[in-house]
Every structure is written in C-alpha cells, then in structure tokens.
C-alpha cells in the first residue's frame, strides 16, 4: 500500500504559477502510475496528467496542455504538478492518485487504487 499527501495549493490571480507536491509514504512510487485529477464544485473528478513507472511517458488534459508539466522523483518517492499559466477555469481539488495494476496510462479515476486527500487550487481572475 501507500500512502499520499498533496500540498502546494492555494489561492492565485489568473496568469500566475503554482507547484502542487505529492508525497509518498509506504510502498515506493516507482510501483505506480501517478496522475493527477482534479475536482471542481458539481462536477466530476477529471483526469489532468500522469507520468509512467520510470516517468519516461507523460499524458495530458487537452485543457492544460502546454501548461502544466507532470514530473517524478521515484528515489523521493515524490510527484509534482507545475502549473503555469493559470486560469479561473482551473480552481478545483487537485488530486494525487496511483495506479497499481496497468500497463499503460489510464484517465479514468476508477482505475487507480490510492488517492490522496487534495488540495484547494482557487484562481482569481
């Protein structure tokens, strides 16, 4: 098992930059798919970004392609969220999640088995 803590979060105008950490604890992330998703007020967690195993493949959003940057420190057993570029549309709950079974990277919440417990993305326009 494992065990994941997001932070980083918080409150920005629009067009300014946040770094959202997830931390590890337990099993090490290098078992894992991690991804990111997020969740806004009424409406469904979405996929954002994931990395693979070894962090060599990544995956985006269409909505913040180009905008954000997944990235992995298997030896820290951590996951980080760059993002830049920041728009209202963004403010949500992000996320952190690990998929322990595929193969490949999957964008439905169903197929990951940990998730952490968020962190409040809010930005301002």
């Known amino acids: 098992q494992v065990q994941l803590v997001e932070s980083g979060g918080g409150l920005v105008q629009a067009g300014h930059s946040l770094r959202l950490s997830c931390v590890a604890s337990g099993r090490t992330v290098g078992h894992y798919i991690m991804s990111w998703f997020r969740q806004a007020p009424g409406n469904e967690r979405e996929f954002v970004a994931a990395?693979?195993?070894?962090?060599?493949?990544?995956a985006y959003a269409d909505s913040v392609k180009g905008r954000f940057a997944i990235s992995r420190d298997n030896t820290n057993n951590t996951v980080w969220l760059q993002m830049n570029s920041l728009k209202p549309e963004d403010t949500a709950v992000y996320f952190c999640?690990?998929?322990?079974?595929?193969?490949?990277?999957?964008?439905?919440?169903?197929?990951?088995?940990?998730w952490g417990q968020g962190t409040q993305v809010t930005v301002s326009s």
């Open positions: 990395t693979s195993r070894n962090g060599f493949i990544t």
């Open positions: 999640a690990a998929d322990a079974n595929s193969f490949t990277i999957l964008r439905s919440p169903s197929a990951y088995d940990y």
